[in-house]
């Protein structure tokens, strides 16, 4: 069984896509450690998009892992998708304001 990991309220920060600077993206980093209070399975997070995985008939999920970045885009909240923290750290830089 996975779990839907609750994204609207999480503090959403911005970064460039380095290879296409002209694509913004909001991100937050996943960490298992912050949802330690929620009684669920550690490797069993995922988070809903428009595209994905179907999971017990739940469409559109991704697995996400310790470390992994979560990214939307700012004016379609609910294109969501998840990136490696090492993927993120190589073609994303995060944004000064």
Known sequence: MSTILPIEHKP???AVVTA???LVAE?????EYDCRKM???PGTWVVQGKTGVTINGV???C?????DYVCRLPAEHDY?????EDFF???YSPSTE
């Open 59 to 61: 469409p559109n999920l």
């Open 12 to 14: 959403w920060k911005k």
């Open 89 to 91: 750290k190589t073609y």
């Open 80 to 84: 969501v998708w998840v990136v490696t």
């Open 63 to 67: 697995r996400l892992n310790d470390g």
């Open 27 to 31: 991100y937050f980093q996943f960490r």
């Open 39 to 41: 009684d669920v399975t």
């Open 20 to 22: 296409a600077p002209e």
